[in-house]
């Protein structure tokens, strides 16, 4: 169940942000403004960055406003997906393990594509030993998006855990065959790890 005193807390968050019409997800006014540029805008931005929340709010009230509900639902959905990520994050940050895990779950609710919900709440699984699970978690962040980095480390850490060093090295190897050259950071610590576990990097 969605925790509406949360969203909107995230309503009024976007409101004093200067985001226009941002309280009440609903609200339909009239608007002189170019809903149509404001979508490719927004396209522009989602692909370059698609984690940007602002973004798809903004993509989402155009479509609302051209009364294409179905894509204005997807993106609100995924505004309020990413709200959930930071508060679980924050709950993470603050020891409440819990709590975190299930606002991860919250998100995925509201986004099942959400590839970071996956892993954040892998590595929380990873955190309390439940190793099984993180690598559950983990494996559907990287179906989702084989690119993501994070998963693949997650998932190196969940075999690692368990010993499984050889599964550990070819989960690593599978992130430099599929995460993006300009990535050093995590293709780094990928070397890194495969390099501590006795493998080599070609």
């Known amino acids: 169940m969605k925790k509406p005193g949360f969203i909107i807390a995230f309503a009024l968050l976007l409101y004093c942000l200067g985001i226009p019409g941002a309280v009440g997800f609903a609200a339909e006014k009239p608007s002189a403004v170019d809903n149509d540029q404001i979508?490719?805008?927004?396209?522009t931005i989602?692909?370059?960055?698609?984690?940007?929340?602002?973004?798809?709010?903004?993509?989402?009230?155009?479509?609302?406003?051209?009364?294409?509900?179905?894509?204005?639902?997807?993106?609100?959905?995924?505004?309020?997906?990413?709200a959930y990520l930071d508060q679980g994050y924050l709950y993470e940050k603050r020891g409440e393990d819990d709590k975190a895990i299930e606002d991860y779950r919250l998100s995925m609710i509201n986004d099942p594509t959400y590839e970071m919900a996956y892993d954040h709440r892998g590595f929380m699984y990873n955190k309390i030993g439940r190793y099984d699970l993180?690598?559950?978690d983990c494996n559907k962040a990287i179906e989702i998006n084989?690119?993501?980095?994070?998963?693949?480390?997650n998932k190196g850490t969940a075999y690692e855990k368990q010993h499984?060093?050889?599964?550990?090295?070819?989960?690593?190897?599978?992130?430099?065959?599929?995460?993006?050259?300009?990535?050093?950071?995590?293709?780094d610590t990928a070397?890194?790890?495969?390099?501590?576990?006795?493998?080599?990097?070609e």
């Open 39 to 43: 979508i490719a805008d927004s396209n």
């Open 146 to 153: 084989p690119k993501y980095p994070a998963g693949y480390l």
């Open 191 to 201: 070397i890194k790890r495969i390099r501590a576990l006795g493998g080599t990097v």
């Open 164 to 187: 499984l060093y050889k599964e550990a090295i070819a989960t690593y190897r599978s992130m430099l065959e599929n995460v993006p050259l300009e990535d050093t950071h995590h293709r």
């Open 46 to 82: 989602i692909a370059d960055n698609p984690y940007d929340t602002v973004a798809y709010y903004k993509r989402g009230k155009a479509y609302f406003a051209q009364k294409q509900y179905d894509l204005a639902l997807k993106d609100y959905n995924r505004v309020i997906a990413a």
């Open 134 to 136: 993180a690598l559950i």
